[in-house]
């Protein structure tokens, strides 16, 4: 049965032994009902905390990617009857501790998604021990997302978002890719769409076991992005010969800062 209210924390773990006890013990369970970890075959003791810790545990036999993880999470979170889903990485990077603050707003109807958004604050992002290449092209990226989507949000690289069930059934995440660019893709689905997104400060953590792509993975995910963007300016143009042009305008705002958040 399907309860608007009901909110179910998934969270796609790989290798996550050393972090996700940690990251589990920060998430409210009073605002949550059910949390479910699916496995990307982890060659660590992932899978034997999870299920010592009475976490519903999902196993994928062969590792199927981050992206392919996320389909594995927001099936079996709607087959649940989850009204909101929360995703939270188990690598204790993000703070789960935000949930209340994420959830409200898409309960009370007013966004569609919530991002957990470590760049309202930038300096503390840096503070908070994320590398400066990380910085640098959160930074850059976002900027050519918040013209291309015609947003103006701080961050939209976060492993920390909340979506309403709403969207979940509404967009085809399942044709999306295997890896990382799925999270770029999604919101590209969602602003297609017209749905709402919102977002909420929440602090930096980079540690030691904290697991991070590596700086060629990072390349190889930023190049993805940017033609995640290309083909969507290709179909909204092929739609609407005028978003070109508010594009522009947008990219205006921006620079002068008058752009408000949708």
């Known amino acids: 049965m399907v309860r608007e209210d009901k909110v ?4 796609p773990a790989y290798n996550a032994a050393k972090t996700l006890e940690r990251t589990y013990n920060e998430i409210p369970k009073e605002y949550v009902d059910e949390i479910i970890l699916v496995d990307d075959s982890s060659s660590d003791n992932t899978v034997e905390i999870a299920k010592r810790l009475n976490i519903e545990t999902i196993v994928h036999p062969k590792n199927r990617g981050y992206g392919g993880n996320q389909k594995t999470c927001y099936t079996h979170a ?11 990485h188990p690598d204790y990077q993000y703070d789960p501790s935000v949930i209340p ?5 898409i309960k009370d109807g007013e966004v569609d998604i919530v991002f957990g958004s470590r760049m309202v604050r930038k ?7 994320m590398p400066y290449y990380k910085f640098i092209s959160n930074i850059f990226l976002t900027t050519l997302e918040n013209v291309v989507f015609m947003r103006n949000l701080s961050e939209y690289h976060t ?8 969207f979940l059934e509404s967009v085809d995440f399942q044709s999306l890719s295997e890896d990382f660019v799925f999270d770029t893709q999604i919101i590209a689905m969602a602003v297609e769409y017209g749905f709402v997104i919102g977002e909420v400060p929440i602090i930096t953590r980079y540690q030691k076991d904290s697991s991070s792509i590596s700086l060629k993975n990072s390349i190889t995910y930023g190049l993805l992005t940017l033609k995640v963007l290309l083909d969507f300016l290709k179909r909204k143009e092929k739609r ?9 305008k947008r990219m205006c705002q921006i620079s002068s800062g ?3 958040k949708r």
Do not use: E, H, N, T
């Open 78 to 88: 709607l087959k649940k009857g989850a009204g909101v889903v929360v995703m939270v």
């Open 8 to 11: 179910v924390v998934i969270m």
């Open 258 to 260: 008058s752009a408000g």
């Open 123 to 129: 300096k503390d992002a840096l503070r908070g021990g």
């Open 240 to 248: 609407d010969s005028g978003y070109f042009f508010g594009m522009l």
């Open 159 to 166: 492993g920390l978002r909340a979506y309403s069930r709403k």
């Open 101 to 105: 603050q994420m959830i409200k707003p």
